[in-house]
């Protein structure tokens, strides 16, 4: 489904990231979900001194969503910033990482719509199916 509110999604993602956790990396993720039930969930990213045990903003959303007994998804928007002078971080749309593209497999199907949005005007979308080709299944709905 490629007709919905692609605005709120995108207005709802920058508006959680104000929350993010990320003093470690000061990058500042957020994520918003679209459900086929037409809610929006978000998350950010949680950091840790532990730096492999902190999550990322768009498994943060998905555990919200589930969480609530949510099962099917639409879309998700991404934003991230870097909140420091840290050259090594780059200010270019936020990409899920290749842990998060293959969370959402096992509940997105190859439709499900990814907008990486610098602000509300400047953004792409991209389908999981191409960000995450061959995913590894055992039981999902990646149809
Ligand atoms: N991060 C996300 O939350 N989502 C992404 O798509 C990429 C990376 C977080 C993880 C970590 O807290 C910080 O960004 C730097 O990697």
Redesign the pocket.
Known sequence: MSEYDKTALIKAAFEVRKN?Y?P??G?Y?G?ALLTESGKIFTG????NSSFPV?????R?AFAAAISSGERKFIAMC?T?ERNNNNPL?SNDY????GM?RQFMTEFCDKEFEIISAKSEEDYQINKLDTLMPGAFLLFGGFT
């Open positions: 993010a990320a470690y990396s990058y993720v994520a950010t990213n949680v950091e902190g999550v990322c903003a768009e943060s991404v991230g971080i936020c990409m899920p990482c998060c």
